[in-house]
């Protein structure tokens, strides 16, 4: 399947529901539906469950993050080859690690190296199961590992971000490691490793920098940019400190938000919890959207990066969950008030559409 129309670099919310329902859902699910084919000859049946589940569970992650392909224009469908790889080797590995009996650091930071090798083209593959029980998955995740590689292989400007994105996946490995052990090690983990860079984001709390670090969307603009002949290494850093803290951060922040009834239920850690008030919460919630629209505001194509921030607000806060807790709908309404109009609509598309599927 190929891309047949020319890729647009949308303006308006009209323009990034076009292209993201024409262009970009169609490739996502093509290459998921190869993904889930492999993903069920897994011989061990607990990687096997939990590889299925990921895909089934956390589609939307792809789709979402697979918007960022069109920064790639005609290069759209490779950009979006690489992000549906790159963010299912996320979200199986999030599997893995929430439902992992061993609480082992060491078990995760194995895990993990999937993630900085499938960043290195060319680097020697681990055995990435050599702490736990459960081994065979017949090469999927090293299937997975190959398909990034053998993408960023053939980006022109490669070199240009590998330093940034090695960084940006550090951020993310550290954090799965230290959010999945035992729970009365997770805080004192997180605290002392947000003590380390602390200097460098004086505005965050521990809780908010770890929030930031869980997000592959810096990750995403910063490969399909790097398509285009045009980039330098100083336009990587632009992207990386344009996307990190305030995108990444709302991104997930967003996420937690929505989560706190289950997670309340499940006893798992939500960023949520840590703020000293609703009130207070809401406030550092609107000063992370402002520092996101500024943020992405001296990057081109700056309409598309703060659309991506507005689509963020209403897919999330339309979500089914939030009509559960009133707590979150309260909050809701202010977010989306400071999100302007085209979060509203966002918002109210969401909504809509989520009665016709």
């Not at 589940?53 to 979402?64: I, N, P, T, V």
């Not at 759209?76 to 199986?92: E, G, L, P, W």
């Not at 670090?213 to 603009?221: H, K, P, W």
């Not at 344009?242 to 850690?269: A, K, T």
């Amino acid at each position: 399947m190929k891309l047949t129309l020319p890729v647009n670099i949308p303006t308006s919310p009209w323009a990034l529901l076009s292209e993201t329902h024409f262009k970009v859902i169609p490739s996502v699910r093509a290459y998921l539906k190869d993904w889930k084919l492999q993903a069920s000859q897994i011989p061990n049946s607990e990687l096997r469950k939990q590889a299925i589940a990921s895909l089934e569970a956390k589609q939307f992650h792809c789709e979402g993050g697979a918007i960022y392909g069109l920064l790639a224009k005609r290069d759209c469908r490779k950009a979006i080859r690489f992000i549906v790889a790159y963010q299912t080797i996320s979200d199986y590995l999030d599997n893995l690690c929430d439902r992992s009996s061993s609480l082992d650091p060491e078990d995760f930071r194995a895990l993990h190296e999937s993630i900085l090798q499938a960043l290195t083209p060319g680097a020697e593959l681990s055995n990435y199961y050599r702490f736990r029980e459960d081994q065979d998955d017949g090469g999927y995740l090293e299937s997975l590992v190959r398909t990034c590689q053998n993408v960023l292989a053939n980006v022109p400007n490669y070199s240009k971000i590998a330093p940034t994105l090695h960084e940006l996946a550090t951020y993310y490995c550290d954090l799965q490691v230290h959010k999945h052990v035992k729970v009365e090690e997770r805080i004192p983990r997180l605290k002392a490793w947000f003590a380390l860079y602390q200097d460098k984001f004086p505005d965050l709390s521990w809780y908010e920098f770890s929030a930031c670090a869980g997000s592959t969307l810096g990750i995403f603009c910063l490969v399909a940019y790097s398509f285009n002949q045009e980039f330098s290494e100083s336009f990587a850093a632009q992207i990386k400190n344009s996307y990190f803290p305030w995108v990444q951060g709302l991104h997930i922040l967003l996420d937690y938000l929505i989560d706190q009834e289950e997670d309340r239920v499940n006893g798992d850690l939500n960023f949520c919890f840590y703020y000293p008030s609703e009130d207070e919460m809401t406030k550092r919630f609107q000063h992370f959207i402002k520092k996101a629209t500024e943020s992405v505001s001296q990057l081109p194509d700056t309409r598309f990066h703060q659309l991506i921030n507005q689509a963020l607000l209403g897919v999330y806060l339309s979500d089914k969950k939030v009509k559960r807790q009133q707590n979150v709908q309260d909050v809701a309404k202010r977010l989306i008030r400071s999100g302007g109009s085209p979060a509203a609509f966002f918002l109210q598309n969401r909504l809509v559409t989520s009665h016709l599927v």
